[in-house]
């Protein structure tokens, strides 16, 4: 299960670090979610799939699952949303003041 | 008491979200913000006392036992830079409040200044690696949106790539996280040391201390500065100033923090990379500052010499070069704040940006001037101010290792420092004037007392060394001892 995972979590990378590698600057944002979501299945899986039973003691035996992965994850997520939504509002007010979303024309001053 | 480490994050949360209510009061929210940061200020100050009698102290959030819960950890290095980042922003605050503009305050500048200090506070104490993440998205989303405040067009050009540079960053920050916590099981910074240590830093961890490397260098602007000098030139000079002064100094400590306590097994690698891309990032930070025109190009590549100085003391690893990074980081903080609120105000005085446009400043503000002359000797380490220590220590513990080459790139640079900011001194502060009395704008108060002040602190800063000592061996000799920590997190209660 942990391979499957892993190789799912390669194809993501893939997917995002060609996204990212694109002038067009939505395409970097939706990039950059793919790629926080191949981090948080990474999380995961660097935990250990599930392998026990729930960590509450006198409630369940032993083995018990790790549970701070999803703890983490719950915080990264929560943390990616956030991000993803200022720029894309921020991606949003730069097209509509400077006219372009091509990182190329984003630039600068030509003689600088 | 141990209470007290963790009010310089939860105050600026808190008065940050009462502020946000406040909104149409600007003047309150003036009065009420300063008071905050002069009250972190003075928290520090206590604790720092309290360090230095006590020892290190912990705070377990909710009772947990390290390695098991979440923790704060105040040892004299980070509440150094606490202090010292609370009263630089206090002191940016007063600028803002004369250059910031009305129209600024009332779309949440003060609560977002508030924020971008809780989370710069929370990396500087936390003793919990997830957390420090947790706290670096805290204080990035508030640069994020002082970075865009306002709403320019350059602003806008340049942030959408500091934005999406620091978002990769931050997911890279996760995978090395993700890839640590599969290897030893824990993300306590002293339970990682200790179990780093039990199995050895084999090539693993060493990969993983590599990525940890890239991740701190992108925020702190080591060799992977690309994206620091436009986007520290775009902002509002109050703005601007608190990201010289504060931003790149999280990345530093975060480096410093990891390689001096976790991954210090293989100073092959580490200790020469990080010698390497120091020695890189001054080299080509010297050549940005004599290239450009553009007062705060200059200015902003003057930060990048700063993060290659820093970091020359970490490579070199000895107990005195790294009192002097500490040191440094200090200086840095007061001299680079104060560098770029006379680059704005010199900008928003004449309305020009290249140095070629302005000429004769001090005929028609002397004050203002003679700051700008304090600050280039102050940056390029002349006695008595308070970039000579530092540069000495530094200097002094690359000797004892033998680490001539970097020492002697650590002294050019310094030369290269004096050279760039004699060139804007040079051509704008002397020379003929090209404002005439009538059209002269008069020097706000508020402007030029927040640089005085500054100018008091670098002053001070040089002339009390010997008071700071103190605080400032201590620092080191955590940093350079790791188990001195380490006892102190993970040797039960107190």
């Known amino acids: ?112 | 008491m141990n209470n007290l480490i963790v009010l310089p994050l939860i105050i600026p949360i808190m008065v940050g979200i009462i502020l946000v209510f406040l909104r149409p009061y600007v003047k309150l929210q003036r009065a009420i913000s300063l008071i905050t940061m002069i009250g972190i200020a003075v928290v520090s100050i206590f604790t720092l006392n309290r360090i230095q009698t006590d020892g290190i102290i912990r705070l377990d959030f909710a009772g947990w036992q390290p390695p098991f819960g979440i923790l704060f950890v105040a040892d004299s290095f980070a509440m150094l830079l606490v202090l010292t980042a609370s009263i630089v922003t206090a002191i940016c605050l007063i600028h803002a409040f004369s250059s910031i503009g009305e129209r600024h305050e009332k779309m949440y500048f003060y609560p977002f200044v508030l924020f971008l200090v809780a989370g710069v506070n929370g990396s500087f104490l936390t003793g919990d690696l997830f957390n420090l993440f947790v706290c670096f998205e805290v204080m990035l989303l508030a640069s994020y949106v002082l970075i865009t405040l306002g709403g320019t067009k350059p602003q806008l050009r340049e942030s959408i790539k500091y934005v999406v540079i620091n978002i990769l960053a931050s997911w890279f920050f996760l995978v090395a996280l993700a890839y640590l916590y599969g290897t030893v099981g824990t993300l306590n910074m002293a339970h990682i040391s200790e179990r780093v240590a039990e199995a050895g830093q084999g090539p693993l961890l060493t990969t993983i201390s590599i990525l940890f490397l890239i991740v701190f260098s992108l925020k702190a602007g080591l060799l992977l500065f690309f994206w620091l000098p436009g986007s520290y030139s775009v902002p509002p000079t109050a703005v601007a100033a608190l990201f010289g002064a504060l931003l790149t100094k999280v990345g530093i400590y975060a480096l410093f923090r990891t390689f001096t306590l976790i991954f210090y097994h293989d100073p092959l690698i580490s200790q020469t990379l990080i010698g390497i891309m120091a020695g890189i990032t001054l080299i080509v930070g010297c050549i940005g500052a004599i290239a450009f025109k553009d007062v705060r190009l200059i200015v902003s590549y003057n930060v990048v010499i700063a993060v290659g100085f820093i970091l020359i003391g970490l490579a070199v690893g000895t107990e005195t070069s790294i009192a002097g990074s500490i040191y440094y980081i200090i200086h840095d903080m007061i001299a680079k704040a104060m560098l770029f609120l006379l680059a704005g105000t010199m900008i928003y005085l004449t309305g020009k940006s290249k140095i070629d446009e302005m000429s004769g400043l001090i005929r028609n503000y002397p004050l203002f001037g003679w700051m700008f002359f304090l600050v280039t000797c102050s940056l390029a380490g002349i006695p008595p101010l308070s970039g000579f220590v530092g540069k000495i220590l530094v200097g002094q513990g690359a000797i004892e290792s033998g680490s001539y080459v970097l020492l002697t790139l650590a002294f050019l640079s310094s030369i290269v420092v004096l050279y760039s900011l004699l060139r804007i001194f040079l051509n704008t502060i002397f020379g003929e004037t090209i404002i005439s009395l009538e059209d002269e704008k008069p020097m706000k108060m508020g402007m030029i007392i927040p640089i005085v002040l500054l100018g008091i602190a670098t002053i001070s800063l040089g002339l009390g060394a010997e008071f700071l000592s103190g605080y400032v061996a201590d620092a080191a000799h955590t940093l350079s001892n790791p188990s001195v920590y380490i006892d102190a997190v993970m040797g039960g209660d107190k």
């Open chain 1, 1 to 112: 299960m942990e391979t499957l995972i892993i190789m799912l979590i390669g194809i993501l990378v893939a997917v995002a670090t060609y996204l990212i590698l694109s002038r067009n600057i939505i395409r970097i944002i939706l990039g950059t979610a793919v790629f926080s979501h191949a981090v948080h299945l990474l999380i995961l899986t660097m935990g250990g799939l599930k392998q026990g039973n729930v960590p509450l003691l006198k409630e369940a035996d032993a083995p018990y699952a790790d549970a701070l992965p999803q703890a983490l994850i719950l915080t990264a997520i929560v943390i990616s949303f956030a991000v993803t939504a200022f720029i894309l509002v921020l991606a949003y007010r730069t097209y509509q003041d400077v006219g372009t979303e091509d990182l190329d024309e984003l630039r600068g001053a030509k003689n600088e």
